[in-house]
């Protein structure tokens, strides 16, 4: 008989990110695997109220720093009276109250989720987080893995690289009515295509050096550059206003966020993900969004930092730049375009590699499997007489 288990995850944001999302769907693949989710996140959260709407256990936990304390008594009653077998943190508020609040509980397995690539300063509360108030550290890329271990010490057996698991759309467009109802969506003539970017508008992401790059080629290929995604006002406005210095504004379409995006990764010819790092340090973990994009079909290029590395292999999943490089995005942008039966290789090579490894089913696996390893370990440390810790 296998082991169903209740998991408690806690979140101090309040927004609707790629955090948010792979916390909802992680929880509805193990709800629909039979185990039980709880969710503590600020009542105002978004993951909040779509967990309380599908009609998991939620708890209004508000992590502010004036309700520290009153954060973590709530949180050791909660884990007192709801008894879960796992708790997953998420956030570095939530992480740096729930997991002393489990320990004191005594929450049999306690996992810190780190989500994004920046740096972890080595001082003595976050060797206490990572060391001796967890039991795994979970990350999404591989590269975040090496700094913390490096920083920590920590063995290969209390850190796992987990990427986030895509949710599988039933139905996908043809490629061909993807491009015609992007180009009607636009105002474009019916035969557009389009090469573009899907995510949020952010001074990480690298976008002037897209629209550079794109400025270097507009004049080779047919191509319209589409930016789909939402960002504060006055840096989607500096981006717009470059466009129209680089004399590309005519060709490239800010389209705003979307609430379905697989139709528009059916409609690219390309999806660039040009990602820098910030002060030196990789921003990016593994990127839902390029998995999305291989998923479909859609030819990837991303740049050669934090975990997309791990996803893209140059020249077989896609295409590889160093960050900031808009002359060699530009060729990589040409070869792609031009290339088809290389192109098409790498698409086949890439959607086959997702399938297999990066689907929410692969991912609800692989963390069932840790979970069913520490059971083991709880167990026989048991028989002995011992903390796991």
Known sequence: ????????????????????KRIFNESV?????????????????????KAKEYG?????VSFTPMGLFNSYRDLIRIFHDEQPHVLNTHGDID?????????????????????????VRNFWYNRQLYKNLSHYV??????????LQAMFKLKNTRIFSIPGGIQEPETLM??????????????CDANTRFAGYVGSLSKAQGLPTLLQAFKQVQSLICHHLVLVGSGPDDYKNRLMDMAQDLGILDRTHFTGCM??????YRALDCKVLASENINGIPFEGVPESL??????????????TGGIPDIISHGTTGLLFDPGDAGSLAKLLLETLNQEAATLERVHTARERVRQFHTMDAMGRDIIRIYRLHQVRLNRHKGLGQDIL
């Not at 992480?95 to 740096?119: F, M, Y």
């Not at 979970?138 to 700094?147: K, V």
Request: with cysteine; aromatic share 8%; net charge positive.
């Open 1 to 20: 008989m296998k082991s169903l288990y209740k998991i408690v995850h806690t979140a101090c944001h309040t927004g609707w990110g790629g955090v948010e």
């Open 29 to 49: 693949w193990m709800h629909k695997n039979g185990h039980q989710i709880v969710i503590a996140a600020p009542g105002n959260s978004l993951l909040f109220l």
């Open 56 to 60: 998991f256990r939620v708890y209004a």
């Open 95 to 119: 992480a740096k109250i729930a997991l002393p609040a489990a320990k004191k509980a005594e929450v049999p397995c306690r996992i810190l989720s780190r989500h994004i690539s920046t740096h």
């Open 138 to 147: 979970f990350t999404t890329d591989q590269y975040t893995s090496r700094h």
């Open 174 to 187: 043809s490629r061909d009515e993807a491009r015609k109802a992007l180009a009607a969506a636009l105002g």
């Open 259 to 264: 609430e379905n995006v697989w139709p528009v």
């Open 291 to 304: 998995l999305e994009a291989m998923y479909c079909s859609c030819p990837v290029i991303g740049s050669n």
